[in-house]
């Protein structure tokens, strides 16, 4: 209940009004559907990058193999060459430069040697170093032999090459500018230094450098992956950066924040939108680096992501549909079924229970409990219907009975005492009294005889009254006396037969008393708003106050006992129906000996 709850304030919350069985059936099969679905389909994205990304990866690694299998081979070719041109300077360190024409002879040989060794493997310039003393002018031949001194102009020191002992390493010159004779533009090139100390005195006895044009490595690392946008380049241990298609980027520093890329665990990384694969070369002292647009990763992965979606969308389609074929073929009989009961209220609308039929009338293996109750829904008005038509016939039995009682209670004794009257009256010789008490009891006798469930004027029910204040005067030895106030066409509404008659037996029981004093009764009608004012009262000697709480009791209650106050009683239940709202039974006044007042606020019926 709690869960159904919280998805109606969400979807409140969103303007969505969740009011009927459907709209919530929908909405729940939806929201359990769709998540599941969103679910998966968020599982197979990520699986598909992952899968994407991994097979990425596979096949840079397979690049990067390739493209550094390419680099070391062509960097241990160029090593390799280090022993014969190591030979040639060291025969030329050798020769002395006397006699003259033994030092040209072996400084033109060393140079044709080197210059063949050159053409021979594609080095673009192979620059040599030796002592001044080892060179007839001091400056070499200012092409591809120099003295110590222009180390600086390669950017390059004696104590840098003492350090690296007889080991061979690289280094990246950008835009170095070789002497005019050999290369007029500036060159970058990827260099092999090598140099020769002498052990015993501690001293460089030559040095070399093999120059190769960085764009004949740049062609090598092209990797094969298939986007213009991913490239690779070659860091050394220092993190410097030796080879790059960006020329900018030669000889600057690379590195990733809280990352080691030399982690030899670690071959991938994510950074920056770019997915880098490292693999390295030559025993671990220089990195190869391809680097890749995540972007790649997501398209290469399309086709399974594509796939997915397309099928998360059919499959939520297909819900959709079916939800609502689903949930309208549900609703509907339940909407039919609320709609039967909404109409048969009160009985009012019985005819609607036959729309009910196609569902009563399901065979039994197909029904479920919306037909059940329906069947039982139909069984249960009916049977109500036959109640209560059974119960309002009792109850006119009823009312009957209780208006038979009221004559019962009128006809013995008044009788009785209004045909003395008549004797006592011819006896006297009041022949024209005792004639006029026999029309009097004759007419009411005939309206008390008539249907009780009839509706008459207060017109009429004022002439009963009278007619019945007549024949009790008669035989009374007070002198009783009346009066009728009504208002101009009040007495054209409709009123219950015999409202007036309990009221005036109770005063004439309760309010005369043993001596002579006469008993006037004033009936008093007026029109309120929207009701009618009626109020009956005498001048008697009251009733005690302990009657008064037993018949305000009664009255408030809707009691008729025929044991207690049964006359007021049962004119106060009689009247129910035609009571005015604000005031829905008889009052009793407080008239602390002034008599009796009642009170009544009837509905204005014409």
């Avoid at 699986?47 to 193999?65: F, G, H, P």
């Avoid at 003492?162 to 990827?190: M, N, R």
């Avoid at 994510?270 to 995540?294: A, C, E, K, W």
Wanted: with cysteine; net charge negative; proline share 4%.
């Amino acid at each position: 209940m709690k869960l159904f709850q919280k998805f109606h304030s969400v979807f409140s919350s969103v303007g969505v009004n969740l009011n009927s069985v459907y709209k919530k059936l929908i909405c729940l099969t939806l929201v359990c559907s769709l998540l599941p679905l969103l679910a998966a389909s968020g599982i197979s994205y990520y699986m598909a990058y992952s899968l994407s990304k991994d097979r990425t990866i596979d096949s840079i690694q397979s690049s990067n193999k390739q493209i550094a299998l390419n680099i070391t081979n062509r960097m241990e070719q160029v090593e390799s060459l280090a022993n014969s041109i190591s030979y040639q300077l060291y025969s030329l360190y050798e020769t002395p430069l006397t006699p003259l024409s033994q030092y040209l002879t072996a400084f033109s040989n060393t140079k044709n040697n080197i210059a063949s060794i050159q053409n021979t493997f594609r080095i673009f310039q192979i620059t040599t170093f030796l002592p001044e003393e080892c060179y007839i002018n001091l400056g070499g031949n200012g092409i591809d032999f120099f003295p110590f001194q222009k180390l600086s102009d390669y950017r390059m020191t004696e104590e840098d090459l003492y350090d690296a002992g007889s080991s061979c390493f690289w280094k990246i010159e950008k835009d170095h500018q070789f002497p005019q004779a050999f290369s007029p533009k500036p060159k970058t090139v990827l260099t092999c230094w090598n140099a020769y100390r002498n052990i015993v005195t501690g001293s460089l006895n030559y040095a070399f450098a093999c120059h190769i044009k960085v764009s004949e490595f740049q062609e090598m690392m092209n990797p094969s992956i298939g986007t213009d946008t991913s490239f690779s380049f070659l860091l050394d241990k220092d993190n410097t950066i030796l080879l790059h298609p960006d020329s900018s980027q030669l000889g600057t520093v690379f590195s990733l924040p809280q990352n080691d890329l030399w982690d030899e665990q670690v071959h991938s990384f994510t950074y920056d939108s770019q997915l880098l694969v490292t693999h390295p070369l030559r025993n671990g002292s220089m990195l190869l680096i391809t680097q890749v647009p995540l972007s790649y990763v997501r398209e290469s992965g399309n086709f399974v992501l594509s796939f997915s979606l397309m099928t998360t969308f059919f499959i939520i389609l297909c819900t959709v549909i079916c939800s609502v074929w689903g949930s309208k073929t549900f609703t509907k009989r339940i909407n039919t079924l609320s709609q039967v009961m909404k109409s048969a209220q009160g009985s009012t609308n019985l005819e609607m229970l036959k729309t009910l039929a196609p569902m009563i009338n399901r065979p039994s293996k197909t029904k479920d409990e919306i037909d059940n109750l329906a069947a039982t829904y139909q069984q249960m008005i009916t049977e109500n219907e036959k109640y209560f038509e059974r119960i309002l016939e009792m109850s006119v039995q009823t009312e009957k009975l209780k208006y038979q009682l009221l004559q019962s209670q009128i006809n013995p004794h008044f009788l009785f005492n209004t045909l003395n009257s008549i004797i006592s009256c011819q006896a006297l010789g009041k022949v024209q009294l005792a004639q006029q008490t026999m029309s009097n009891l004759s007419q009411f006798y005939r309206h008390l005889l008539h249907d009780p469930d009839t509706l008459i004027t207060i017109g009429e029910e004022l002439h009963i009254t009278e007619l019945y204040l007549n024949l009790i005067s008669v035989c009374r030895p007070n002198h009783i006396t009346w009066d009728f106030q009504l208002e101009d066409g009040i007495e054209n509404f409709l009123i219950c037969k015999f409202v007036f008659q309990p009221f005036i037996e109770n005063s004439v029981v309760h309010g005369i008393t043993d001596s002579s004093q006469p008993l006037h009764i004033e009936i008093k009608i007026c029109y309120e708003e929207e009701a009618l004012l009626i109020q009956i009262q005498d001048n008697g000697v009251g009733i005690p106050f302990d009657k008064q709480q037993e018949i305000r009791t009664t009255l408030k209650n809707h009691i008729a006992n025929y044991e207690q106050h049964f006359g007021i009683g049962n004119v106060n239940v009689r009247l129910t129906p035609y009571f005015s709202p604000e005031y829905p039974y008889i009052i009793l006044e407080e008239q602390p000996e002034c008599g009796t007042l009642f009170t009544l606020h009837l509905q204005q019926l014409l």
